[in-house]
């Protein structure tokens, strides 16, 4: 038997209108156990309101090495910002 | 020309950008990492034992709470930075393994006794604030976890400094008796304070290549002096006196010159014959060992719950 508990990734949600957060990881026995644990380690200061955990293995990253030629197709498409585009300055509210 | 991985490495550090788990990396500066951000955690650990003496003994319930969470802070902090350690790609098991077997260190302080309640003070006033010393450059350190982690901890640390401090100020506005016992606790936890900083500069050999990896953002030498000058000024209001016939105020530089360390009591201590060190140890190993069943009941019960949905399953399709 593996004597590690299995890795959680716990995200936290720090008031309601707000994205949950990653901050960081602990090990639990199940999912359950894991806010239980993500409860004392990650908010003893009220920093949460709402907790999501998700087993380390079951995430999929990308692979920063390819980094360069997985974002590069962004790079030449300036058109895709407001300021591309050229508006007299009299324009207003656009 | 094709840049080496060294090189974009290095130039990634120069630039001052942060190195996070996935990316490339020398394995001089993982192996670094590991042992630096794992001593941290172990050190986090130990540090619960000097003061978690005292958590039944507190003076009133105001102390006690205020040490209890401080206690579970530590914990906290030792969690963090063990979390950190693992996105290297060590396990946490192999890590309690090492520090339980000896094999790798913690910090020399907690491996001197907590004799009186004064104690609580002069560790939440001067252990804790050479370690808030060495912590919040850390906050800058190439490593994105561990200056993630740094981050957390230090929010939490002054907390731990300023109820160290009223403890101080408590006992130096009481009884004569009481204001000794302050004395005492300053006496004897001054040098192993300056001592936390670790060797001089000189006798440092790691501090350069440390520093060129933006690990380290400054030397021992440097956060130790820091740190006397910030502590000289703060036993002057308490009213008590930092036990070192060397220590003068430099007029022209504004800093403190301060006698020599007892280095050879350090090396003592780091080897092992402090006057805790082997009850430092049984304690950590005992409190491991004695949670064995709770983790292995939850693992069973965890594997048993995953079975029952998986029969349920079945008979749902059946």
């Known amino acids: 038997m593996n004597k590690n508990l299995p890795l959680y990734e716990i995200f936290i949600r720090s008031k309601n209108g707000l994205h949950h957060k990653h901050v960081g990881s602990l090990h639990a026995s199940d999912a359950q156990n894991a806010i239980m644990n993500a409860r004392d380690v990650y908010t003893r200061r009220q920093e949460g309101i709402s907790i999501w955990v998700i087993e380390s293995k079951d995430i999929t990253a990308s692979n920063p090495e390819d980094s360069d030629a997985f974002y590069a197709p962004a790079e030449d498409k300036v058109y895709r910002h407001p300021t591309f585009y050229d508006l007299p300055d009299e324009v207003k509210h656009m | 020309m094709e840049l080496s991985l060294e090189q974009k490495f290095q130039d990634k550090i120069d630039r001052d950008e942060r190195i996070e788990p996935r990316d490339w990396m020398p394995d001089s500066y993982r192996k670094t990492l590991v042992r630096q951000i794992s001593q941290h955690a172990h050190s986090e650990l130990v540090g619960m034992l000097p003061e978690g003496n005292w958590i039944s003994r ?124 302050a004395q005492d606790a300053l006496n004897r936890w001054w040098w192993p304070s300056l001592m936390m900083f670790g060797p001089n500069d000189a006798e440092s050999p790691n501090t350069k290549q440390s520093m060129a990896w933006n690990i380290k953002r400054f030397t021992n030498d440097e956060l130790r002096q820091r740190f006397v000058d910030m502590s000289v000024p703060q036993a002057a209001l308490l009213g008590i006196n930092i036990p070192d016939a060397d220590l003068k105020l430099d007029e022209e530089t504004g800093k403190y010159s301060f006698g020599e360390i007892n280095w050879d009591e350090f090396w003592q201590v780091v080897k092992g014959h402090g006057p805790c060190n082997k009850d430092r140890l049984a304690a950590r190993v005992k409190a491991h060992e004695d949670g064995a069943w709770v983790r292995e009941a939850a693992m069973a019960y965890a594997e048993k719950q995953e079975q029952k949905k998986l029969n349920t399953i079945a008979v749902k399709t059946a």
């Not at chain 2, 963090?80 to 996105?87: R, V």
């Not at chain 2, 192999?94 to 260190?105: E, P, R, Y």
């Not at chain 2, 009481?174 to 016992?181: D, F, L, Y």
Request: net charge neutral; with cysteine.
């Open chain 2, 58 to 181: 507190a003076p009133s319930l105001r102390r006690k709470l205020g040490l209890m969470a401080k206690v579970q802070d530590e914990a906290g902090h030792g969690l963090y930075l063990y979390s950190a350690a693992e996105t290297l790609g060590v396990e946490r098991d192999t890590m309690f393994d090492q520090l339980h077997t000896g094999k790798a260190k913690y910090s020399s302080i907690f491996n001197y006794p907590t004799l009186t309640w004064a104690d609580i003070g002069a560790i939440g006033w001067l252990v804790d604030g050479a370690a808030i010393m060495n912590q919040v450059p850390l906050c800058r350190c190439s490593y994105g976890p561990y200056a993630r982690a740094m981050v957390r901890v230090c929010k939490e640390e002054s907390f731990h400094q300023r109820q160290g401090f009223e403890i101080m100020l408590t006992l130096c506005n009481g009884t004569p008796e009481q204001k000794a016992m």
